[in-house]
Nanobody
Framework: QIQLEESGGGWVQPGGSLRLSCTASGRTHEIYAMSWYRQVPGQERELVAT???????DYSTSVEGRFSISKGDSLRNVYLQMNALKPEDTAVYYC??????????WGQGTQVTVSS
């Protein structure tokens, strides 16, 4: 089992910044990659960014150049720095753990609202 806890969501004006954090606990040594997803009501969950234990990183085209994913000493702590936020970035952001084997895990989500 792996448990994920997100923090750092909130309200920000367009052009502002927020930093999301995700802390993993449990069998964290089994994690191959950590990702951030986001979801707007009525829409499918969208992959935002991924980082692997080897440090490989991918971003969706909608956030590339504005968002930055990083990790601490290991994938137990993963961060999403969000800059130049737009109203269309408003969503619930979820942390996701992808182990080398077995089931995948989700956090409970944190709301990000971008509005003036």
């Amino acid at each position: 089992q792996i448990q994920l806890e997100e923090s750092g969501g909130g309200w920000v004006q367009p052009g502002g910044s927020l930093r999301l954090s995700c802390t993993a606990s449990g069998r964290t040594h089994e994690i191959y990659a950590m990702s951030w997803y986001r979801q707007v009501p009525g829409q499918e969950r969208e992959l935002v960014a991924t980082i692997t234990d080897g440090g490989n990183i991918d971003y969706s085209t909608s956030v590339e150049g504005r968002f930055s994913i990083s990790k601490g000493d290991s994938l137990r702590n993963v961060y999403l720095q969000m800059n130049a936020l737009k109203p269309e970035d408003t969503a619930v952001y979820y942390c996701h753990a992808d182990p080398y084997w077995g089931e995948k895990y989700w956090g409970q989500g944190t709301q990000v609202t971008v509005s003036s």
